[in-house]
Nanobody
């Protein structure tokens, strides 16, 4: 069974940056498709970004495109989310998701709508 543990959340001012990490454990190889979702208070969980197993294919929500970058290091079984130019509306609990199917582009988003694994989340708060 794969466990996902997020870290790197915190409080930052608008315009600042944070880098989230999600470490996968429980077996020797990384899950294939990995990505990030977020849930703001009173709102539904929404997709943020996804990446294929080799990292060559990514997909982003329009709201974060150009500001957030998803990468992964399979040697460390870790996926990252670099968040720049943060806005107060980015405030949410950020969840890591992973699936044992690989993906490409929009297909990564589709697969991660029903992932095999979820992390517990890390809080990101952006002050204005």
């Amino acid at each position: 069974q794969v466990q996902l543990v997020e870290s790197g959340g915190g409080l930052v001012q608008a315009g600042g940056s944070l880098r989230l990490s999600c470490a996968a454990s429980g077996r020797t190889f990384s899950p294939y498709a990995m990505g990030w979702f977020r849930q703001a208070p009173g709102k539904e969980r929404e997709f943020v970004a996804a990446i294929s197993w080799r990292g060559g294919s990514t997909y982003y929500a329009d709201s974060v495109k150009g500001r957030f970058t998803i990468t992964r290091d399979n040697a460390k079984n870790t996926v990252y989310l670099q968040m720049n130019s943060l806005k107060p509306e980015d405030t949410a609990v950020y969840y890591c998701a992973a699936d044992d199917n690989d993906c490409s582009g929009y297909g990564c988003y589709v697969i991660l709508l029903r992932p095999d694994y979820w992390g517990q989340g890390t809080q990101v708060t952006v002050s204005s």
